[in-house]
């Protein structure tokens, strides 16, 4: 709880957990391990389960689009099968639908935040984007990079790419890259837009917020004792949490 720092834990079973994500009304929460996602409603309790891929599989990557009743899952690719790139699972009627593509072990997924692309990108520095609700791939964006994560903005629906210690801007519907820098204080695990779009914040060594249109630096978090691996904004834009590897969650009010 946010408010009052008490700590709420979820029933489900104890094994690893790849990735989060709170929908955009901030009644459910997501949790991606292996061959599944895991749900709870945050107002009711009730806590679910619906199998992602392969049950020896790993999702690495999972997000709501934008009225909190889907969930996107990028999925690890079978050898020698056709590769199932994300899966889209219905929340209220529990059907799922896979878009298939390349093959690629997906790393991180985005949804824009309109509802209508979504974005998958794999650790090879392929980006492969769909305008649904066509299953078929649009673009192909090469990046260069092993990709961390990928983010939309909610400003102008450009895609933001972390990987290494660099950061790229692409303009999806063209398939060009408009902005690429470095961070000098080493690599970049994750990246998340501000609500309005105004802000990048990405989670490394340390905690930096940058202009996303200019690449300047505009800020930093300090005090985390380890590398961090997760960055997310509330939807209100005031507050900023970060996951650290020394084990804490941090809250902090934007300034």
Known sequence: DAETGQEQQPSWPRK???GLAF??????LAASGRGDVRLRNLLTGREWTVPAGREDASVYSIEFFPDGGTVVAGLEPEEGKDPACVQLTDLKS?????????AMWVWSVA????GRRLAAGARNGQVHTWELPSEEPREELSTGLEICRIAFSPADGTLAVC?????QIWNPS???????WTDPRGEV?????????AVLASGGT???????KSGERIGSVEGHGDVVGGVAYSPDGEILATACWDGLLRLRGVP
């Open 16 to 18: 690893a957990v790849y």
């Open 23 to 28: 929908s955009r009304q901030g009644n459910l």
């Open 94 to 102: 529990g059907k799922d639908r896979v878009l298939r593509g390349p």
């Open 111 to 114: 949804v824009s935040a309109d």
């Open 163 to 167: 990987g290494g210690s660099t950061i």
């Open 174 to 180: 063209t398939s060009t890259r408009v902005k690429e």
């Open 189 to 197: 695990w994750c990246i998340a837009f501000s609500p309005d779009g």
């Open 206 to 212: 340390q905690v930096t917020l940058w202009h996303p």
